[in-house]
């Protein structure tokens, strides 16, 4: 009995391992070839349940099959890469990583020039060579230095730069310029190249701080000049070609602040140096040459400018070491060597019925060697206006033909027409007042005082103190102290006598 039970059980098993697969192929979604074992366990389950109620107490020694692992599921191949075309020659190259795209600024623009910065004129094409213009270099530098303040404009030592007409200006200039002069400037022989009425060959104009200092020379060449009548301008000479006026060396026009110092300036055609509309102007330490004979060449000439002071400086030339022009106030001169020359002058003023002024003049510590003057003053007649607080001393003659002078009679024959009209005698005059002369002493040659007032406006407070002039021995031809309508007063000892002033 137990025998046929046993078979009975192993027949059940077979039946189900062999059917259920036939399920799976059948396409049954409930009995797949995946959950045959899962169906065994429960066919087992069933048959222990029948057993135990059968009552059998015998365990079953069968074993049943050990159930199969699920197989894991396969993970997808990878892709297969692109194959890269290789180079055509050599083997390919080991790839470089591409940095990050970083934006590239905008090139920086130029720094511009600072404070104080310096402009050599050899940079901007100077050849300094004295035969090359070196004219448009020079306004190059100039356009530069102009753009900075407190710049320096440099004209090297040891080049002689040929220069035009040329006018350093402002107004758009920044103030405190310097003009450092090292080097030789020279002037154009050929007249040509100042035309008609040019009356400057260097100028600075409308600047407000500018210095000229440094130890080089500006020579207008002017000897070429000075056979040419300045007063018939464009009239037909022997040759038939235009004769032109003489130009200043050096002018200053419309300037504040304004500094000239250590340089040379010789044989100008006409004035050397010229100062005109200018405020607050030092001049010192500075050398102006130029022969006796020379016409019109002014050392140092003002013209309506103020606050001026002029001082240690050698001035030589064939005109006045330093004329005083209408327009002047707050003049201070001083420690100055003039000769050969016309002294120091104060005119002349009312050319042509002008009007003139000037006032607030001191002249002292002064040399003067072989003048024709030593201080003087000098008007036109038919002018008006006045001269006032003026005031010469300490100064010291040498040979001078008449040191001290007043003249309202003044009248240039060079440049008068030849009927005379200039020089003819007119009843309006400039007005002269508060005039001191003192501690005048040394030699002259021809008259030691020479006061000549106008008959309409007598000259006023003339002061005459401590005059010591002595004649030059071996002269044949002197005069004594001379004055016509001039009134003042006579202080310490004077000699000669001056016995004709009026009190």
């Known amino acids: 009995m137990r025998r046929f039970l046993a078979l009975t059980i192993l027949l ?61 599921p396969t993970p997808p191949p990878p892709p297969t890469p692109i194959p890269v075309p290789a180079p055509p020659y050599g083997p390919s190259p080991i790839p470089v990583p591409t940095p990050p795209y970083t934006p590239v600024p905008p090139p920086a623009p130029p720094v511009a020039p600072s404070y104080g910065t310096t402009f050599n004129v050899l940079d901007y094409g100077a050849k300094g060579d004295g035969v090359t213009d070196d004219t448009k270099a020079f306004q190059d530098t100039w356009a530069a230095a102009c753009k900075v303040q407190a710049s320096t404009m440099v004209v090297p030592s040891n080049y002689q730069f040929l ?34 009425g040019l009356l400057q060959w260097i100028e600075f104009t409308k600047l407000k701080g500018i210095t000229i200092q440094g130890l080089g020379i500006i020579d207008g060449c002017g ?18 070609s235009l004769s032109q006026t003489r130009p200043t060396a050096v002018r200053f026009y419309g300037s504040y602040n304004v500094r000239v110092t250590g340089i040379t300036i010789r044989n100008s055609p006409q004035f050397h140096l010229k100062f005109d509309t200018c405020q607050s102007v030092e001049v010192h330490g500075i050398t102006i040459s130029s022969p006796g004979n020379s016409p019109n060449t002014d050392g140092i000439h003002l013209q309506n400018s103020v606050s001026v002071t002029i001082h240690n400086s050698n001035l030589s030339c064939g005109d006045d070491c330093i004329s005083i022009q209408t327009g002047c106030s707050n003049v201070f001169i001083h420690d100055i060597n003039c000769g050969p020359g016309h002294g120091i002058s104060i005119g002349g003023l009312g050319k042509d019925n002008a009007i003139a002024l000037v006032s607030n003049i001191n002249v002292e510590n002064i040399n003067m060697t072989g003048t ?9 007649q038919g002018g008006s206006g006045s001269v006032k607080n003026v005031k010469f001393s300490n100064i010291q003659v040498n040979t001078v033909k008449m040191p001290i002078v007043i003249d309202q009679y003044y009248c240039d024959t060079a440049s008068g027409a030849a009927s005379g009209a200039h020089c003819q005698n007119k009843t309006s005059a400039v007005q002269l007042s508060d005039i001191t002369f003192q ?65």
Not at 31 to 58: A, C, L, P
Not at 372 to 380: G, H
Not at 485 to 503: E, Q
């Open 372 to 380: 024709t003057t030593a201080a003087r003053i000098k008007t036109w």
């Open 12 to 72: 059940t098993t077979l039946t189900n391992t062999i059917i259920f697969p036939c399920h799976a192929r059948k396409h049954n979604p409930n009995y797949h070839w995946r959950n045959k074992d899962d169906m065994i366990n429960s066919s087992f389950s069933t048959n222990k349940s029948s057993k135990n109620k059968s009552n059998h107490t015998k365990p079953h020694h069968h074993n049943p099959p050990k159930p199969h692992p699920a197989p894991k």
């Open 223 to 240: 000897n070429s000049w000075w056979n040419i009548n300045s007063y018939s301008d464009y009239e037909p000479d022997i040759t038939g």
């Open 163 to 196: 220069l035009g007409p040329i006018s350093f200006a402002g107004p758009t200039c920044q103030p405190n310029i310097i003009f450092q002069l090292d080097g030789t400037i020279v002037a154009p022989i050929d007249h040509k190249s100042f035309g008609p």
């Open 439 to 503: 501690d005048i002493s040394g030699t002259y040659t021809v008259q030691p005082v020479y006061l000549a007032c106008s008959d309409s406006s007598p000259c006023q407070n003339i002061h005459l103190n401590n005059i010591q002039l002595e004649a030059i021995k071996g002269v044949n031809r002197l005069y004594d102290p001379f004055c016509w309508n001039a009134f003042g007063d006579l202080r310490g000892v004077n000699l000669p006598p001056i016995n004709c002033l009026k009190s």
